[in-house]
């Protein structure tokens, strides 16, 4: 069964600094991966995916990451931290050839003025 | 694109009762989901459909949990006879079907349930 880890519960980088948020999976088959965001009391927002094609993959409000097939790894990255990127992170992997998406447990990010 | 709508947002409740959510997915999306969240974690999958056809349910889905969407347009997944343990955010998300599973799916804000 595919499974994500996400290395570091809570992150915390004072605002200007770089954001970097782990996620590996583990799949012999590389999934279709994506990067979500929540904010207290609300759903999640899709930051990026990656499903073919270039490896980096830049999404919305300056982040990106990088699928790396032979690390299983596909880590977030900003690269200066601003207050409003203070939330929750999840990292989610969907199977190929499936419709559910399987999520990490999280990353609280905390911006430090 | 008015997203994802929940409804209620907040639900409180006593065990044993019997509760239902809505979900009204995006209009042209044909496929809808339901997750749970608990404090602390990341979703997990309940079950999901395509149109009006449940095609997947998650082991976590007990007997007291159904799921039904009549029309293929809004949803709604009921849990009978509620224990402490169901106790969580209950996410609904949809996605539009084309491919094998790389269009991204849109959540709504959640209903929390909270069981007295």
């Known amino acids: 069964a595919q499974s994500v880890t996400q290395l570091g519960s809570h992150v915390s980088v004072s605002e200007g600094a770089l954001v970097l948020l782990r996620c590996n999976y583990s799949s012999s088959v590389p999934p279709y991966l994506f990067w979500y965001v929540q904010y207290p009391n609300q759903g999640l927002q899709l930051l990026l995916k990656?499903?073919?094609?270039?490896?980096l993959v830049k999404g919305i409000n300056g982040f990106e990451a990088e699928f790396k097939k032979s690390e299983t790894s596909f880590h977030l990255t900003k690269p200066s931290a601003h207050m409003s990127d203070a939330a929750e992170y999840f990292c989610a992997v969907s199977p190929r050839g499936a419709q559910k998406l399987v999520f990490g447990q999280g990353t609280r990010l905390t911006i430090n003025p | 694109d008015t997203g994802v709508s929940q409804n209620p947002r907040h639900k409180i409740t006593k065990r044993g009762q019997n509760v239902t959510f809505r979900c009204d997915p995006i209009s042209e999306h044909n496929r809808l989901y339901w997750y749970r969240q608990t404090l602390g974690q990341g979703p997990e999958f309940l079950t999901y459909f395509q149109n009006e056809a449940q095609l997947e349910k998650s082991r976590l889905l007990s007997d007291r949990f159904s799921a039904e969407r009549p029309k293929g347009s809004f949803s709604t997944l009921e849990i009978q006879r509620t224990e402490q343990g169901d106790s969580a955010m209950y996410l609904c998300?949809?996605?539009?079907?084309?491919?094998?599973?790389?269009?991204?799916?849109?959540f709504g804000d959640g209903t929390r349930l909270s069981i007295l």
């Open positions: 990656y499903t073919t094609g270039a490896t």
């Open positions: 998300a949809s996605s539009l079907r084309t491919g094998d599973g790389n269009q991204p799916q849109h």
